[in-house]
């Protein structure tokens, strides 16, 4: 794989800009400059190209630069951006669409990245409550905010225990912040317990795929509503990726467990910023948009065309086309294909997925939560995951990472990446 252009660039990224990357997880090995994405694909400055599984870590569910989204994007632009007063015609569009699909969503409010939804819905679940605590498990991740940077991808001897993830964290914050296990719902209700009536909400991804894809036990979610209903404590489901990407209801719809309040991101605009803090109409009408409501909320760039237009377009695919059909039968095929591979290679593994997220743990039993992810072969997950982008499948290479697959990915694609991955594996083993 030839990559001196991408080694020249870098080169010249980190003058301008502290390790080159504007997001700390993107500087990885090999560091390559991507100039070029389209469908399933994506180009690096050497002109390399790759199968994409990275997805950019999710947005991209019906494909990179989808042309029926980026025209209806255009379109929005030759008329109409952002006013800073008032409503849009396409703001109103977006919510109905929003309210209509997501079970939890009796109102919707838009702001621009995951990050600001989780810290708006846990600041309204304060105010509901008038109480401070939060419960969230060891090994999601609800973006960079104080409230929720602690006990992420921890070092096995820091599980549980107090792992803020920055420096300049407040200390209020991350004590605030109760670490529990991941499908142990006896914890949770000691945590409860042992912080009586503190306890403002619970955050969890459904599925906590920032560990890659840990499926919650039958009646795990479910176990999560009804603690939250004994303690009078908000229950907000984090679907920043599961939401849109396994249904247009998220994995709420597909659960059939309906939280308080729900946040939404990366597929809801195929690629677009935007994103959404929605949930019971009692409990939005507390946000200041709505006059006399006390619950602080603003955003110079919340609701502007581009994430909006973008968003109904994406929606409207997803409604039209068989868009989810397409990509979990892709999904299935992925992890059917490399179950085979691991059995002709007498190997053991565990391949973890649902519908077009996957990924294989170098590991010989399905894990539950993140302590049994540190049963993982980390060296061969990266190793492997490195080798197949020598190949041209882009995976990132990081431990415990998942794989998207989207919309424009074929079926020749995922028969190309299987072929791979069985040359690899025999290389590896
Ligand atoms: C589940 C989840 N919540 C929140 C976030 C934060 O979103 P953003 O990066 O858009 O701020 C992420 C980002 O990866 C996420 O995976």
Redesign the pocket.
């Given at each position: 794989m030839l990559n001196t252009k991408s080694k020249e660039l870098y080169e010249e990224a980190i003058k301008y800009t502290p390790g080159g990357v504007h997001t700390s997880i993107r500087n990885v090995d090999p560091h390559l400059i991507f100039t070029k994405s389209e469908g399933a694909y994506i180009y690096d400055a050497d002109g390399n190209k790759y199968v994409d599984y990275q997805s950019a870590?999710?947005p991209y569910i019906l494909g990179h630069n989808y042309k029926a989204v980026n025209d209806r994007v255009i379109e929005a632009l030759s008329t109409t951006d952002l006013y800073g007063v008032g409503t849009t015609d396409l703001e109103i569009k977006c919510a109905d669409k929003i309210t209509k699909n997501v079970p939890s969503a009796d109102q919707v409010l838009f702001c621009n990245?995951?990050?600001?939804?989780?810290y708006h819905a846990i600041r309204l679940s304060r105010a509901i409550t008038n109480r401070t605590k939060l419960i969230k498990f060891q090994g999601?991740?609800?973006?960079?905010h104080d409230y929720v940077a602690r006990n992420m991808l921890s070092a096995p001897d820091m599980i549980g225990k107090r792992d803020p993830g920055s420096a300049g964290m407040m200390d209020e914050a991350i004590d605030n912040t109760l670490i529990c296990t991941f499908n142990d719902l006896d914890d949770v209700a000691a945590t409860f317990h042992k912080n009586k009536n503190e306890v403002a909400a619970i955050i969890v991804?459904p599925i906590p795929?920032?560990i890659g894809c840990v499926m919650p036990e039958d009646g795990f979610l479910q176990g999560l509503r009804d603690l939250c209903d004994e303690n009078n404590a908000v229950l907000i489901f984090?679907e920043?990726?599961t939401g849109f990407r396994h249904d247009l209801g998220g994995f709420q719809k597909v659960a059939g467990v309906t939280p308080d309040l729900t946040?939404m991101?990366?597929a809801m605009a195929n690629g677009f910023p935007m994103?959404a803090v929605a949930g019971k109409k009692e409990y939005m009408e507390r946000y200041n948009t709505n006059p006399g409501g006390d619950v602080w909320f603003a955003g110079t760039y919340n609701g502007h065309a581009v994430g909006t237009s973008a968003t109904i377009a994406t929606m409207e695919i997803m409604e039209t086309e068989p868009v989810h059909k397409h990509i979990f039968e892709l999904g299935d095929r992925m992890r059917n294909g490399i179950r085979e591979i691991h059995e002709r290679l007498g190997m053991k593994a565990y391949v973890a997925g649902f519908g077009s997220v996957w990924t294989t743990y170098f590991m010989d039993f399905e894990p539950k939560n993140y302590t049994d992810l540190m049963k993982n072969d980390a060296e061969m997950y990266v190793s492997y995951r490195k080798k197949l982008i020598e190949r041209g499948f882009f995976k990132m290479p990081m431990n415990i990472k998942r794989n998207h697959i989207s919309y424009s990915h074929t079926k020749e694609d995922i028969d190309n990446t299987l072929q791979a991955i069985e040359d690899v594996l025999k290389e590896l083993i």
């Amino acid at each position: 794989m030839l990559n001196t252009k991408s080694k020249e660039l870098y080169e010249e990224a980190i003058k301008y800009t502290p390790g080159g990357v504007h997001t700390s997880i993107r500087n990885v090995d090999p560091h390559l400059i991507f100039t070029k994405s389209e469908g399933a694909y994506i180009y690096d400055a050497d002109g390399n190209k790759y199968v994409d599984y990275q997805s950019a870590f999710g947005p991209y569910i019906l494909g990179h630069n989808y042309k029926a989204v980026n025209d209806r994007v255009i379109e929005a632009l030759s008329t109409t951006d952002l006013y800073g007063v008032g409503t849009t015609d396409l703001e109103i569009k977006c919510a109905d669409k929003i309210t209509k699909n997501v079970p939890s969503a009796d109102q919707v409010l838009f702001c621009n990245s995951g990050s600001e939804a989780t810290y708006h819905a846990i600041r309204l679940s304060r105010a509901i409550t008038n109480r401070t605590k939060l419960i969230k498990f060891q090994g999601c991740y609800h973006g960079w905010h104080d409230y929720v940077a602690r006990n992420m991808l921890s070092a096995p001897d820091m599980i549980g225990k107090r792992d803020p993830g920055s420096a300049g964290m407040m200390d209020e914050a991350i004590d605030n912040t109760l670490i529990c296990t991941f499908n142990d719902l006896d914890d949770v209700a000691a945590t409860f317990h042992k912080n009586k009536n503190e306890v403002a909400a619970i955050i969890v991804e459904p599925i906590p795929h920032n560990i890659g894809c840990v499926m919650p036990e039958d009646g795990f979610l479910q176990g999560l509503r009804d603690l939250c209903d004994e303690n009078n404590a908000v229950l907000i489901f984090d679907e920043v990726i599961t939401g849109f990407r396994h249904d247009l209801g998220g994995f709420q719809k597909v659960a059939g467990v309906t939280p308080d309040l729900t946040t939404m991101g990366k597929a809801m605009a195929n690629g677009f910023p935007m994103a959404a803090v929605a949930g019971k109409k009692e409990y939005m009408e507390r946000y200041n948009t709505n006059p006399g409501g006390d619950v602080w909320f603003a955003g110079t760039y919340n609701g502007h065309a581009v994430g909006t237009s973008a968003t109904i377009a994406t929606m409207e695919i997803m409604e039209t086309e068989p868009v989810h059909k397409h990509i979990f039968e892709l999904g299935d095929r992925m992890r059917n294909g490399i179950r085979e591979i691991h059995e002709r290679l007498g190997m053991k593994a565990y391949v973890a997925g649902f519908g077009s997220v996957w990924t294989t743990y170098f590991m010989d039993f399905e894990p539950k939560n993140y302590t049994d992810l540190m049963k993982n072969d980390a060296e061969m997950y990266v190793s492997y995951r490195k080798k197949l982008i020598e190949r041209g499948f882009f995976k990132m290479p990081m431990n415990i990472k998942r794989n998207h697959i989207s919309y424009s990915h074929t079926k020749e694609d995922i028969d190309n990446t299987l072929q791979a991955i069985e040359d690899v594996l025999k290389e590896l083993i």
